[in-house]
């Protein structure tokens, strides 16, 4: 069973930058796509930024300018760099990768999470 694991998380002010990473503790074939996730407490899992196998990215629109999606193909790695942080960037911090299975189908990880809190 592959895990994967964040890291990078913590506390930092306004205006301050982290980078975020999550590694899988194997490999792990047929990739579609790693992404980032946040949920603030008492909110919905939203979407932060995605990577696709062929380098597409995308982000939300809370985020754009600010936070960069980057992957590590060889390590099976994904990075979120984080700028100019705000409050509201505030969350619980999930890599997830989707895959294809096997069979065909579509299968994806999550990691436990990363807590970020921006404040002063």
């Known amino acids: 069973q592959v895990q994967l694991v964040e890291s990078g998380g913590g506390l930092v002010q306004p205006g301050g930058s982290l980078r975020l990473a999550c590694a899988a503790s194997?490999?792990?074939?047929?990739?579609?796509?790693m992404g980032w996730y946040r949920q603030a407490p008492g909110k919905q899992r939203d979407l932060v930024a995605l990577?696709?196998?062929?380098?597409?990215?995308n982000y939300a629109d809370s985020v754009k300018g600010r936070f960069t999606i980057s992957r590590d193909n060889a390590k099976n790695t994904v990075y979120l760099q984080m700028n100019s942080l705000k409050p509201e960037d505030t969350a619980a911090y999930y890599c997830?990768?989707?895959?294809?299975?096997?069979?065909?189908?579509?299968?994806?990880?999550w990691g436990k999470g990363t807590r970020v809190t921006v404040s002063s």
């Open positions: 997830n990768i989707v895959f294809t299975t096997t069979a065909g189908g579509r299968g994806d990880y």
């Open positions: 990577i696709t196998s062929g380098g597409s990215t």
């Open positions: 194997g490999t792990v074939f047929g990739i579609n796509a």
